[in-house]
């Protein structure tokens, strides 16, 4: 059964950085789109970044572009998301997924369908 894993989690204060890890079994995320979302309480889920299939290229939402970096880690069958002067607004659960079609409605980040995983999420706090 193939589960995606989110880890990397936490609280920290405004300005500082996290980074979140997918990582997946059964499944070789290299071969695949893969996507981070989060969704804070009482809002709805929002695309935060997402990588296409081999050597895609990233795209990010407009909330995160020059905050946040993805990245493939294909010796370790991961996916990273880089976070880094982070605000308070920033404050949700983050997901990752493989899920292509939602993924594509981010941004051209495109790959094979029929992978349809989420992951249970992992949270991120950013408060002083």
């Known amino acids: 059964q193939v589960q995606l894993v989110e880890s990397g989690g936490g609280l920290v204060q405004p300005g500082e950085s996290l980074r979140l890890s997918c990582t997946a079994s059964?499944?070789?995320?290299?071969?695949?789109?893969v996507g981070w979302f989060r969704q804070a309480p009482g809002k709805e889920r929002e695309a935060v970044a997402c990588?296409?299939?081999?050597?895609?290229?990233?795209n990010y939402s407009e909330s995160v572009k020059g905050r946040f970096t993805i990245s493939r880690d294909t010796s370790k069958n991961m996916v990273h998301l880089q976070m880094d002067s982070l605000k308070p607004e920033d404050t949700a659960i983050y997901y990752c997924?493989?899920?292509?079609?939602?993924?594509?409605?981010?941004?051209?980040?495109?790959?094979?369908?029929?992978?349809?995983?989420w992951g249970k999420g992992t949270l991120v706090a950013v408060s002083s």
């Open positions: 059964l499944l070789t995320l290299y071969r695949v789109a």
């Open positions: 990588i296409g299939d081999g050597d895609g290229s990233p």
């Open positions: 997924s493989t899920d292509a079609l939602t993924i594509a409605k981010m941004g051209p980040c495109f790959g094979p369908m029929g992978n349809d995983y």
